[in-house]
C-alpha cells in the first residue's frame, strides 16, 4: 500500500514539474512584438460585403455580411482570413486564464497579452472544445510536455468544421 501512495506521489511531482517546464517554455517562447498600435489603428467596424448562405433546403440567398455571426463571417478558417478572425475574436473574448482538468490535479494557466493572435486561437478552440478528450501526448523530461492531439479522429472531426489554418510564429 505505501509504494502505491509513493508511486502516486512521485508520478504527481513529476507530472507538477513537467507542466511548469511546459509553461515556462510556452512563456519564454511567446510574441514579444508589441502590437498596440495597430489596436489602435485598425478599425472594429463590420465590413458591409454580400456573402450567400444556404437555408435549409439548400439554397443559397445574398445575406448582408454585417448581419452574420463572427463564426459566420468567417468559418471554415483558412491561411487569408485566420489572421483577421483572431484580431476581432480577441477584442470580443478578452479573457487570459484557463483552467486544464487532468486527473493528476488542476494546470491553471494565465494567456499574455502579447501573444494576442495565439491567445485568441487558444482561448477559441478552448470554447470549442477542441481539447476535450484529449491527452498529453509528448513528454521530454526537463523539457517540455506537448498536449491536444490532432491524430485523434474526434478532433480531426471537431477541426474540420472550424477549417485549415496556420498562425505565423512571430505575429
Known amino acids: 500500500m505505501k509504494s502505491a501512495f509513493l508511486f502516486l506521489i512521485i508520478h ?4 507538477m514539474r513537467i507542466t511548469l517546464i511546459f509553461c515556462t517554455f ?3 517562447f511567446n510574441c514579444g512584438e508589441d502590437h498596440s498600435k495597430q489596436k489602435k489603428t485598425s478599425s472594429t467596424t463590420i465590413r458591409k460585403e454580400i456573402k450567400k448562405v444556404k437555408d435549409t433546403t439548400g439554397v443559397e440567398t445574398p445575406v448582408d455580411s454585417s448581419k452574420l455571426s463572427l463564426e459566420e463571417r468567417y468559418l471554415p478558417l483558412n491561411d487569408d482570413n485566420a489572421m483577421a478572425f483572431f484580431r476581432e475574436y ?10 486544464i482538468y487532468t486527473e493528476f490535479g488542476n494546470i ?3 494567456l499574455f497579452d502579447k ?3 495565439h491567445r485568441a ?5 478552448t470554447k470549442n472544445k477542441i481539447f476535450d478528450g484529449t491527452q498529453f501526448h509528448r513528454v521530454v523530461k526537463d523539457f517540455v510536455i506537448q498536449g491536444g492531439n490532432s491524430d485523434d479522429r474526434d478532433v480531426v472531426k ?3 468544421k472550424i477549417g485549415r489554418y496556420l498562425l505565423p510564429p512571430r505575429c
Open 12 to 15: 504527481y511531482f513529476l507530472f
Open 26 to 28: 510556452f512563456l519564454l
Open 90 to 99: 480577441g477584442e470580443r473574448h478578452p479573457e487570459n486564464k484557463v483552467r
Open 108 to 110: 491553471d494557466i494565465q
Open 115 to 117: 501573444t494576442e493572435f
Open 121 to 125: 486561437n487558444f482561448i477559441f478552440l
Open 158 to 160: 471537431k477541426r474540420g
